[in-house]
């Protein structure tokens, strides 16, 4: 079954009682039993709903797994995947990743004991490195946030069975239409489902697919454990999302492929982030591993005063000022002050993230009218 078949059809059947051809959304806390322990399945729904069954058996065929695991955000998600590890543990993950990612694994989980490298992972020594006796799993954006790195997935994942490691990929960023890291060797994948999966910017979700029953039932367990899970109204927003997920993202990496090319031409601009762009590092990795180069771009002014990139920010009409991405609309943000302003300055600037840095969130509007709307605002 090819994408945009599984993206309608993939762990979807049409509800038994009622024939509805929308998976229903089963608005319950509990569900009565025959006699105690006689049920048909269902006891309480933080641990299980129907409705959100269906998602997880969903996610878990478009990214080519086993087992969908549902949570409230994306950061639950990634909270649930950092209580498989304990005190004195260490994790290596990418230096240029989102903000939140960042913060609860050096706020949260640090103070726990837990150790944490940030290296540059576009080059695979760096990581080599970084492995000590107390390493347990590599955890990778690609793309990253927001400086569009590309890691090679393939090649990580060789290195981890090498030091029996597990990886993490976030592939928030790219969406199973794009990427699918478990067929390059991931252990998990990782959404904030918040943003491609969904694409309408009405729903806050989080998920993890994987493979292997047995890390999936650790998973479940710290979901019902834990209770971070979605309510039925978010999962059945984010099943309606992802039946035009295809065509959300090829329609917006078209755009972001134009506008990438508008804004390196542009006076004003000093460098344009973009793996679509031959000239990109990660190019022919995010050639290799990718569908097509995504619908997220970054640029710096050569202006570098935090003055000239708020005057940008605040001059757009189409390209609306506000944290997060993948929506249909298109968003225009501010990396240092907005998604990334709980990472320290030195540590952001070792990665690019400077004052003058703007990064867009490419939606599905007209191209013509998006670089309009930028031209106007750089002008």
């Keep these: 079954m090819k994408f945009a078949t599984k993206a309608i059809h993939a762990g979807i059947e049409p509800d038994q009682s009622s024939g509805a051809i929308m998976t229903p959304i ?26 959100r069954n ?20 994306g950061l639950a998600a990634t909270d649930a995947i950092m209580k498989l590890f304990q005190s004195g543990d260490h994790i290596i993950s990418c230096n240029d990743l989102y903000g939140g990612t960042y913060r609860i694994f ?48 393939a090649a990580v994942c060789e290195l981890a069975k090498k030091h029996n490691l597990l990886v993490c990929v976030d592939n928030t960023f790219a969406s199973p239409y794009l990427q699918t890291p478990l067929d390059l060797g991931a252990d998990f994948v990782l959404h ?17 697919v994987v493979k292997e029953k047995a890390l999936a039932d650790q998973l479940y367990f710290i979901q019902n454990a834990s209770g ?3 309510g039925p109204q978010d999962c059945f927003l984010i099943l309606r999302g992802i039946k035009t997920l295809h065509i959300r993202v090829e329609r917006a990496c078209e755009n972001a492929e134009k506008i990438a090319a508008f804004l390196a031409s542009h006076p004003a601009v000093a460098t344009v982030n973009y793996p679509g762009f031959a000239s990109h590092p990660g190019h022919n ?36 000022l506000a944290e997060s991405l993948g929506g249909v609309e298109s968003l225009i943000g501010h990396p240092a002050t907005m998604t990334h302003a709980s990472i320290p300055l030195a540590e952001r600037q070792k990665t690019g993230v400077v004052d003058s840095l703007i990064r867009l969130s490419v939606g599905i509007e007209d191209a013509d009218d998006l670089i309009e709307d930028l031209k106007k605002a750089l002008g």
Aim: glycine share 6%; hydrophobic share 40%.
């Design 26 to 51: 089963f608005q319950t806390s509990t569900y009565v039993q025959d006699a105690p322990g006689v049920h048909k399945g269902y006891e309480y729904a933080r641990t299980q709903n129907p409705t």
């Design 54 to 73: 269906v998602l997880q058996n969903q996610l878990a065929a478009l990214e080519n797994g086993q087992h969908g695991i549902c949570f409230a955000s």
């Design 106 to 153: 050096t706020k949260v989980y640090g103070k726990f004991g837990m150790e944490f490298s940030f290296v540059d992972m576009t080059n695979i020594a760096n990581i080599e490195n970084a492995i000590n006796p107390k390493t347990k799993l590599i955890w990778i954006e690609t793309p990253t946030n927001p400086m569009l790195n590309i890691v090679d997935i």
């Design 192 to 208: 904030s489902a918040t943003k491609y999966l969904g694409g309408h910017s009405d729903v806050i979700h989080g998920a993890i």
């Design 228 to 230: 971070a899970v979605p």
């Design 285 to 320: 990795i995010a050639k290799k591993q990718m569908k097509k180069f995504g619908a997220m771009v970054s640029f710096s002014l050569k202006d570098d005063r935090i003055e000239a990139a708020n005057k940008v920010l605040s001059s757009t009409q189409l390209f609306s």
